[in-house]
């Protein structure tokens, strides 16, 4: 089973700033299997990524996603207040999925 | 729009079993799967299982085999999961979430309002 490990756990940065989260695989994987989620407390999470770059509706475009193998990530530019939340990483291909432990960014 | 309604706050003794329930409306219910999610207080996201509600086809996370049971009911449009034998450690809450696509298998992007399960 693939063990997915986000870095750093958390992220304090202040609005206009750019954040760089990333997500490491135990093996490689393809890219289209991954996708990155963000959570606000008390929220259900929010598909932000699919794909490993591809935005869900009506995500904003300073979100964007990169990466192939082992080494993903969630970029976020030019920081907004409402940006505060965990962001997870997910990984599925076939099943089972697995979700990376969580990164929390802090505004 | 797609929208999920899941069952609401269960107490439990340890040793006993819950069911939580998750009616989906607003798309073909037998179109896409369905992921089960779990995430314990102040923890991160658990991926339980999935389950295809046209064929009933399921896929569980090694951890929770042997004690969740997925079913979906098309008459319904609605989605259960067991847990049995439970313990402080299920203590969480449990969600439901539909696939993005068709074609996703395991990639929640729809999802419900949470299922709070207390074992205590």
């Known amino acids: 089973e693939i063990v997915l490990t986000q870095s750093p756990g958390t992220l304090s940065l202040s609005p206009g700033e750019r954040a760089i989260l990333t997500c490491r695989a135990s093996r490689p994987v393809p890219g289209n299997s991954f996708a990155w989620y963000q959570q606000k407390p008390g929220q259900a999470p929010r598909l932000l990524i699919y794909?490993?770059?591809s935005r869900a509706t009506g995500i904003p475009a300073r979100f964007s996603g990169s990466g192939s193998g082992t080494d993903f990530t969630l970029t976020i530019a030019s920081l907004e207040p409402e940006d505060s939340a965990v962001y997870f990483c997910l990984h599925c291909v076939g099943l089972p999925c697995t979700f990376g432990q969580g990164t929390k960014l802090e505004i | 729009q797609v929208h999920l309604v899941q069952s609401g706050l269960d107490l439990k003794w340890p040793g006993a079993s819950v069911t939580i329930s998750c009616r989906a409306s607003g798309y073909i219910f037998s179109a896409f799967g369905l992921n089960w999610v779990r995430q314990a207080p102040g923890g991160g996201l658990e991926w339980m299982g999935w389950?295809?509600?046209?064929?009933?086809?399921?896929g569980v996370a090694q951890k929770f085999q042997g004690k969740v049971t997925l079913t979906a009911d098309k008459s319904t449009s609605t989605a259960y999961m067991e847990v049995r034998s439970l313990v402080s450690d299920d203590t969480a809450v449990y969600y439901c979430a539909r696939d993005f696509a068709q074609s996703s298998v395991g990639l929640p992007a729809y999802w419900g309002q949470g299922s709070q399960v207390s074992v205590s």
């Open positions: 389950i295809s509600p046209s064929n009933g086809r399921t």
């Open positions: 794909g490993t770059s």
